[in-house]
């Protein structure tokens, strides 16, 4: 059936399925930028400005617009309650971007009260290396990148 999974587009539609190998190399490829931050207390106010500041610092660090993003990943720590980090998103006109909270999983001794994202974003082929942003107590998550901006 064309257009399926796997399957040749044969009607001028864009699939990857039918680019193959070649699909890197559109002139706005795919990008994915990870980030972090952690909230003092479980309150629905915090947990949104921490989002907000999250998000604000990965589009500045990798010159980008919120018109560039696809879509947004976050996911909570199972300590925070008080509100949906999409909403801070929402809250800084993301209304056309398709964003998805979920728990994260409730591993021992992880980092308490920490919200995550992962954003896709469409940049131009020769943008620079993407610039991660780990905020506030989620700087210990990367060690490995300097001042977790990566």
Do not use: K
Not at 58 to 83: G, K, M, P, Y
Request: some cysteine; overall charge neutral.
């Amino acid at each position: 059936m064309p257009g399926s999974y796997g399957a040749p587009v044969t009607d001028g539609r864009c699939s990857l399925a039918a680019h193959g190998a070649r699909a890197h190399h559109y002139a706005m490829p795919l990008r994915a930028l990870r980030g972090a931050t952690t909230v003092a207390a479980d309150e629905a106010p915090l947990l949104l400005d921490a989002t907000q500041e999250l998000l604000r610092t990965l589009l500045e660090r990798n010159a980008l617009q919120s018109s560039q993003v696809i879509s947004a990943f976050f996911t909570c720590t199972s300590d925070l309650v008080s509100a949906y980090p999409a909403q801070g998103a929402r809250d800084l006109g993301w209304t056309q971007v398709p964003l998805l909270c979920a728990a994260e999983l409730p591993v021992r001794g992880a980092l308490a009260r920490c919200v995550r994202v992962l954003l896709h974003v469409d940049v131009p082929a020769d943008a620079p290396p993407p610039r991660h942003a780990y905020l506030r107590g989620a700087v210990s998550l990367r060690g490995d990148l300097e001042d977790g901006t990566g």
